[in-house]
Nanobody, 125 residues
Framework: QLSVVESGGGLVQPGGSLRLSCAASGFTLDYYAIGWFRQAPGKEREGVSCSIPSGISIIYLEDMKGRFTISRDNAKNTVYLQMNNLKPEDTANYFC??????????????????WGRGTQVTVSS
């Protein structure tokens, strides 16, 4: 069965850091793009970042550039989202999703084949 599982969320103070993991099971990341999304209470799920097998990574929102970094370790079949200098507005449930594609990814939720259940990130003092 193909699946992705997120981990690494938690409670952190403003300015702190977290590293989220998205572990793939039942398939190899060599042929899949992985996207990170987040959803805050009362808001739409939005694209955060994606990693493409060809080596390209994208951070979608200007506010996240310079703070968030996506990386992948194909040997561990895992994609990471490193989040630094976290702000209260980063509080959300963070999801990863898999898209069978080698050369592209998308911030559109409908493009993705399957999703994890999410990991909660809370930024608060």
């Amino acid at each position: 069965q193909l699946s992705v599982v997120e981990s690494g969320g938690g409670l952190v103070q403003p300015g702190g850091s977290l590293r989220l993991s998205c572990a793939a099971s039942g398939f190899t990341l060599d042929y899949y793009a992985i996207g990170w999304f987040r959803q805050a209470p009362g808001k739409e799920r939005e694209g955060v970042s994606c990693s493409i097998p060809s080596g390209i990574s994208i951070i979608y929102l200007e506010d996240m550039k310079g703070r968030f970094t996506i990386s992948r370790d194909n040997a561990k079949n895992t994609v990471y989202l490193q989040m630094n200098n976290l702000k209260p507005e980063d509080t959300a449930n963070y999801f990863c999703a898999a898209l069978k594609a080698y050369n592209f990814c998308s911030p559109s939720r409908s493009m993705y084949n399957f999703w994890g259940r999410g990991t909660q990130v809370t930024v608060s003092s």
